[in-house]
């Protein structure tokens, strides 16, 4: 499912995943996603499996473009390596370019040479994304990111520079956390 309203009910459900996954890498405060939410900058999509949500994302359209933005994406440790993952990434994709009105998508992940983000990477590729050559340092965090980005539609013309692709994603960022 996919709501761009903030529900306490919901986001008690997927909290657990969400502090699991980033807690300690980054993780936008409660606040913040509440004003993204207020400023209907942000979409979450949940993956339930019996009820229970299994894994969930945080998405923002990114302004001059038609690309949906992958602010986060976390599966719920137990439901990893069974293609739950992917699974959420296909839905986000159909709803992209049915409902959200998007023809590519963009991730950023950490560029430090580490076991762990290489093989996010790895994932990301798996799941067709490319990785962009520009390493972004940004001024409050202080490990380097790059860009990774998918066409969902061949013929999309869509800039594939990593520079350009951080300036919409600063700007969404900054949108996030302005009042």
């Avoid at 473009?65 to 992917?86: F, H, M, S, W």
């Amino acid at each position: 499912m996919t709501v761009n309203q903030w529900n306490d009910e919901l986001w008690d459900k997927v909290r657990p995943i969400y502090e699991q996954a980033f807690a300690d890498k980054g993780a936008k405060p409660e606040k913040i996603i509440r004003n993204m939410f207020r400023k209907q900058i942000c979409f979450l999509h949940v993956c339930l499996i019996d009820g229970q949500a299994a894994a969930i994302a945080l998405t923002g359209k990114l302004k001059e473009t038609e690309a949906l933005l992958i602010d986060y994406l976390a599966v719920k440790n137990e439901q990893r390596g069974q293609g739950t993952g992917i699974r959420m990434l296909k839905y986000i994709e159909d709803w992209a370019i049915t409902s959200g009105n998007c023809t590519s998508l963009v991730i950023e992940v950490e560029a430090e040479e580490t076991p762990e983000n290489q093989a996010r990477i790895n994932f990301w590729e798996r799941c067709g994304f490319v990785l962009t050559d520009y390493i972004h340092h940004y001024i409050w965090v202080p490990e380097p990111y790059q860009a990774m980005y998918k066409k969902l539609k061949p013929e999309v013309i869509f800039p594939t520079d990593g520079e350009i692709l951080f300036s919409f994603i600063g700007q969404f960022h900054k949108a996030s956390f302005q009042g």
